[in-house]
């Protein structure tokens, strides 16, 4: 809680990349949710949903202060099923992708930001078109910096989002990576369940998604050798964030598992990534462009909303829900991943409790 005047020091990334690989096990890098049962195998960490009430999640340890992360994932098919990949600060800053289970929604994923300064729902979502992403590896991007968000698939920028006359609702503060899978067909808002296409059907269960490789670069807004990062005030301002430094820099905790380790970790020099992409003319909420107009450096006009040249179609326009953070935690029973805080409308507040988390020492 930011608006506390003694807010704890966020642990940093820092300066070294890390690369996760599921493939060889857990890794201490982040996280699991209680209750999850995260199993691993050749396509990495197996995500399962077999019955309402199982959300399987993983939450990283540590901050990112802008920079870059690659997750390379399949997917959950099943109508009312939800895959999701995000940055959630502890001012509810959030940046997302999501994907819906749907036989109909087979062809895109959802792009999502949301700023503690501007929670309203429903203006900043665009779908960008992705080949058959419940049955195909993909590796999807956010590539975060102070001047521009990007949302990429398989290296490919699809849609930006420019810091320059998006001040106030830009997300900019340090972040952890929350991998999830849960069931918003499930929940008791019907908002929710509309979103994610309806009911599951369980005689199809058990929905399965697979979680291969993440890729963690933090640029610590420029700032060598960052090991925490700290509010000075309540602003929710990246100038308001102390990055306190030292030689230390990312240390995985110590692993006591019989499990290979997950996690390597390369020297790289700390600084603010510029990413670059085709899209121009952005407007509120970034402008998403097709594979193909990427590739070809053409830039795609943008509406209010942004907007988005289907690799189909040549056009698509972006879904909406009132909310896609549902149901409650125990200790034994995972919650759906808590984050998604700007879809919560004020009549389903209540119903977002936050994600019990137990710390699992690999």
Same mark, same amino acid.
């Given at each position: 809680? *930011?608006?506390?005047?003694?807010?704890?020091?966020?642990?940093?990334? =820092?300066?070294?990349?890390?690369? $996760?690989?599921?493939?060889?096990?857990?890794?201490?890098?982040?996280?699991?949710?209680?209750?999850?049962?995260?199993?691993?195998?050749?396509?990495?960490?197996?995500?399962?949903?077999?019955?309402?009430?199982?959300?399987?999640?993983?939450?990283?340890?540590?901050?990112?202060?802008?920079?870059?992360?690659?997750?390379?994932?399949?997917?959950?098919?099943?109508?009312?099923?939800?895959?999701?990949?995000?940055?959630?600060?502890?001012?509810?800053?959030?940046?997302?992708?999501?994907?819906?289970?749907?036989?109909?929604?087979?062809?895109?994923?959802?792009?999502?930001?949301?700023?503690?300064?501007?929670?309203? !729902?429903?203006?900043?979502?665009?779908?960008?078109?992705?080949?058959?992403?419940?049955?195909?590896?993909?590796?999807?991007?956010?590539?975060?910096?102070?001047?521009?968000? $990007?949302?990429?698939?398989?290296?490919?920028?699809?849609?930006?989002?420019?810091?320059?006359?998006?001040?106030? $609702?830009?997300?900019?503060?340090?972040?952890?990576?929350?991998?999830?899978?849960?069931?918003?067909?499930?929940?008791?808002?019907?908002?929710?369940?509309?979103?994610?296409?309806?009911?599951?059907?369980? /005689?199809?269960?058990?929905?399965?998604?697979?979680?291969?490789?993440?890729?963690?670069?933090?640029?610590?807004?420029? $700032?060598?050798?960052?090991?925490? !990062?700290?509010? *000075?005030?309540?602003?929710?301002?990246?100038?308001?964030?102390?990055?306190?430094?030292?030689?230390?820099?990312?240390?995985?905790?110590?692993?006591?598992?019989?499990?290979?380790?997950?996690?390597?970790?390369?020297? &790289?020099?700390?600084?603010?990534?510029?990413?670059?992409?085709?899209?121009?003319?952005?407007?509120?909420?970034?402008?998403? &462009?097709?594979?193909?107009?990427?590739?070809?450096?053409?830039?795609?006009?943008?509406?209010?909303? =942004?907007?988005?040249?289907?690799?189909?179609?040549?056009?698509?326009?972006?879904?909406?829900?009132?909310?896609?953070?549902?149901?409650?935690? /125990?200790?034994?029973? %995972?919650? %759906?991943?808590?984050?998604?805080? =700007?879809?919560?409308?004020?009549?389903?507040?209540?119903?977002?409790?936050?994600?019990?988390?137990?710390?699992?020492?690999?």
């Amino acid at each position: 809680d *930011t608006s506390k005047t003694a807010c704890p020091a966020d642990p940093a990334f =820092g300066s070294q990349k890390i690369t $996760v690989d599921f493939t060889q096990g857990a890794s201490s890098v982040f996280t699991e949710a209680a209750g999850a049962n995260v199993q691993y195998g050749a396509k990495g960490a197996v995500f399962t949903i077999s019955e309402a009430g199982q959300a399987p999640s993983f939450t990283s340890n540590n901050y990112l202060f802008f920079g870059t992360v690659e997750v390379t994932m399949q997917v959950a098919p099943g109508q009312g099923i939800v895959s999701t990949f995000f940055l959630e600060s502890d001012d509810l800053d959030e940046i997302d992708w999501e994907w819906l289970g749907g036989a109909d929604k087979n062809s895109f994923g959802q792009s999502n930001f949301f700023s503690s300064h501007d929670m309203t !729902y429903g203006v900043n979502e665009i779908d960008i078109p992705v080949s058959s992403p419940q049955t195909e590896m993909h590796t999807y991007t956010i590539d975060w910096s102070p001047t521009q968000l $990007v949302w990429k698939v398989d290296g490919v920028a699809l849609r930006t989002l420019p810091y320059a006359g998006n001040e106030n $609702v830009y997300p900019q503060t340090p972040m952890q990576i929350k991998l999830g899978t849960w069931c918003g067909g499930c929940s008791s808002a019907n908002g929710t369940v509309e979103w994610a296409g309806g009911a599951p059907d369980w /005689s199809q269960a058990p929905f399965i998604a697979y979680y291969q490789k993440v890729t963690i670069q933090d640029s610590s807004n420029g $700032v060598a050798n960052a090991v925490s !990062y700290q509010y *000075t005030d309540e602003s929710g301002t990246k100038g308001s964030i102390k990055i306190n430094t030292g030689n230390a820099g990312f240390v995985e905790p110590n692993s006591s598992a019989a499990k290979p380790t997950a996690t390597t970790m390369s020297s &790289v020099v700390s600084s603010a990534s510029s990413s670059t992409s085709s899209a121009a003319g952005a407007q509120s909420t970034g402008t998403a &462009v097709s594979p193909t107009t990427a590739k070809s450096a053409t830039s795609a006009a943008a509406a209010s909303t =942004g907007s988005l040249a289907s690799a189909n179609s040549g056009s698509a326009t972006s879904s909406s829900s009132t909310s896609s953070t549902t149901g409650s935690g /125990s200790s034994s029973t %995972p919650s %759906p991943v808590q984050g998604e805080a =700007g879809r919560t409308s004020a009549a389903n507040l209540a119903l977002a409790v936050p994600l019990m988390l137990a710390l699992v020492v690999l």
